[in-house]
């Protein structure tokens, strides 16, 4: 099988603070993988990293056919993370809109159906710095899964939606696995993690391990 995900050996210190430890993971099957772990064990590091966010003291990281060199960024990839990162003074379409241009793969059109989607039609000119916590999610959701990335990385992507936003978008998340993406997940819910993922592991003080 074709490599979706190969992490060698990545170590990350910062302020001489080992925060991911040896980590391998190797993903070559589409599915939904769980990383659970307590508050500050290095999840959402991890996340970073592999988005090329933070750049790796020690170790490889290899997304489909591609070595991740420093600065770079994946290919055919999307991710919900916990840095918010959207300007406030802009309407949700604009920030969507100017995110799509760095790779424009997309058309002003989709955008307005990807918000649609996720349930912001009506929100979709109204300046981010009003939404609500929910309505931040559901456009993080958006910019993430608006290119059809093969690779979806989500950082706690349902906190803050309500009932029918969790419900609406577990099967969202399991329709785009059967559609053959590679979801990474990271939740503190364990009935997200029960429902959703197919393969667990453990985040513990920056050590990765396969959950029993
Ligand atoms: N930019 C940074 N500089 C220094 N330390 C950082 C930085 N980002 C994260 N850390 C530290 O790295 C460790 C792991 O943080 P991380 O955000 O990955 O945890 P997490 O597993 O996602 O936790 P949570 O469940 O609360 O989301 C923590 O000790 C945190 O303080
Ligand atoms: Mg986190």
């Known amino acids: 099988m074709d490599t979706i995900l190969q992490i060698e050996g990545l170590s990350k210190k910062i302020n001489g603070q080992l925060l991911l430890n040896n980590i391998e993971m190797k993903i070559s099957t589409p599915g939904i993988y769980g990383i659970v772990g307590r508050n500050g064990s290095g999840k959402s590091l991890l996340f970073k990293t592999i988005a090329g966010l933070l750049v790796p003291t020690e170790g490889k990281i290899k997304v489909f056919d591609q070595y991740l060199e420093k600065g770079a960024f994946p290919k055919s990839f999307g991710a919900v993370l916990d840095t918010g990162g959207f300007l406030p003074h802009y309407?949700?379409?604009?920030?969507?809109?100017?995110?799509?241009?760095?790779?424009?793969?997309?058309?002003?059109k989709e955008i307005r159906e990807v918000l649609d989607f996720v349930g912001l039609r009506s929100a979709g000119n109204k300046k981010v710095r009003n939404y609500s916590l929910g309505m931040?999610?559901?456009?993080?959701?958006?910019?993430?899964?608006?290119?059809?990335?093969?690779?979806?990385?989500?950082?706690?992507?349902?906190?803050?939606?309500?009932?029918?936003?969790?419900?609406?978008?577990?099967?969202?998340?399991?329709?785009?696995?059967?559609?053959?993406?590679?979801?990474?997940?990271?939740?503190?819910?364990?009935?997200?993690?029960?429902?959703?993922?197919?393969?667990?592991?453990?985040?513990?003080?920056?050590?990765?391990?396969?959950?029993?």
């Open 136 to 212: 931040k999610q559901r456009l993080s959701i958006a910019q993430a899964i608006m290119e059809k990335p093969k690779l979806l990385i989500l950082d706690e992507a349902l906190n803050g939606l309500d009932e029918a936003g969790v419900d609406f978008f577990r099967k969202v998340f399991l329709d785009l696995k059967n559609k053959g993406t590679t979801i990474l997940l990271a939740s503190h819910n364990r009935e997200d993690i029960e429902l959703l993922c197919d393969e667990i592991y453990k985040m513990d003080n920056g050590v990765l391990k396969m959950s029993s």
């Open 91 to 108: 309407s949700g379409f604009q920030n969507l809109k100017l995110l799509s241009s760095i790779k424009n793969l997309i058309t002003e």
